[in-house]
């Protein structure tokens, strides 16, 4: 019930054979109960001869420095490919796997994956319309948060005063005093606390430690 023209009004109506041209409109009617439709919906055609995926890096900082960081894949399919709501991902931990579509090397939950330190490569099937598709390596690094090396417990006599010092070598620190220096004098017993930072390129990585003074 479907008839393809080669123009909106009148023109040569096309065989199925017809081969797609790039960048070509066509232009369907419907015909019910016998009644074309006097309307014809126009379709762009767009040939891919493939599709312009790119490959991605960035780093992950390991907030608990426990090793492992969990991220969402999906976040990255923008940075993947232009409009990328028009495609389908797939994730997997081979390229052979991508091509293949092979099960186990499925990463099914891709919105959980578990990130190990070091550079973890991830392989993005991206699919238009079940019809072609390209595999994207999707690399992403685990990067160590800082270590402070720290007492947890300081004193402070009556009428005394005491220094905490965070280890050097962090690009900024923000005491819960206001303080950003390294280190600060405290004269008052209570709960303070410090958070350092250290830049890995645009990528900023932080940390903080609690300090009790009694």
Same mark, same amino acid.
């Given at each position: 019930?479907?008839?393809?023209?080669?123009?909106?009004?009148?023109?040569?109506?096309?065989?199925?054979?017809?081969?797609?041209?790039?960048?070509?409109?066509?232009?369907?009617?419907?015909?019910?109960?016998?009644?074309?439709?006097?309307?014809?919906?126009?379709?762009?055609?767009?040939?891919?001869?493939?599709?312009?995926?790119?490959?991605?890096?960035?780093?992950?900082?390991?907030?608990?420095?426990?090793?492992?960081?969990?991220?969402?894949?999906? @976040?990255? %399919?923008?940075?993947?490919?232009?409009? &990328?709501?028009?495609?389908? !991902?797939?994730? =997997? $931990?081979?390229?052979? /796997? *991508?091509?293949?579509?092979?099960?186990?090397?499925?990463?099914?939950?891709?919105?959980?994956?578990?990130?190990?330190?070091?550079?973890?490569?991830?392989?993005?099937?991206?699919?238009?319309?079940?019809?072609?598709?390209?595999?994207?390596?999707?690399?992403?690094?685990?990067?160590?948060?800082?270590?402070?090396?720290?007492?947890?417990?300081?004193? @402070?006599? %009556?009428?005394?005063?005491?220094?905490? &010092?965070?280890?050097?070598? !962090?690009?900024? =620190? $923000?005491?819960?005093? /206001? *303080?950003?220096?390294?280190?600060?004098?405290?004269?008052?017993?209570?709960?303070?606390?410090?958070?350092?930072?250290?830049?890995?390129?645009?990528?900023?990585?932080?940390?903080?430690?609690?300090?009790?003074?009694?």
């Amino acid at each position: 019930s479907i008839q393809f023209y080669d123009s909106l009004i009148n023109g040569t109506i096309l065989p199925n054979s017809t081969l797609l041209a790039d960048g070509a409109t066509y232009y369907a009617s419907q015909t019910l109960d016998g009644c074309e439709s006097l309307q014809r919906l126009p379709i762009d055609v767009i040939v891919l001869s493939s599709l312009p995926v790119t490959d991605y890096e960035d780093s992950v900082c390991d907030d608990l420095n426990d090793g492992n960081e969990r991220v969402d894949l999906s @976040v990255y %399919e923008q940075d993947i490919i232009v409009n &990328a709501s028009a495609y389908t !991902f797939t994730y =997997y $931990t081979s390229f052979s /796997g *991508a091509e293949n579509e092979t099960s186990s090397e499925l990463i099914a939950n891709e919105e959980d994956f578990l990130l190990c330190p070091g550079q973890n490569i991830v392989y993005v099937r991206v699919e238009f319309n079940n019809l072609c598709f390209e595999i994207a390596q999707l690399k992403l690094s685990l990067i160590a948060s800082p270590f402070i090396d720290m007492e947890d417990n300081y004193y @402070v006599c %009556e009428n005394g005063f005491t220094r905490i &010092a965070a280890n050097a070598g !962090f690009d900024s =620190y $923000t005491w819960s005093t /206001g *303080a950003t220096t390294p280190e600060i004098t405290v004269t008052e017993a209570g709960s303070y606390s410090v958070t350092v930072t250290k830049n890995h390129g645009t990528l900023i990585c932080s940390s903080t430690k609690n300090i009790t003074v009694g």
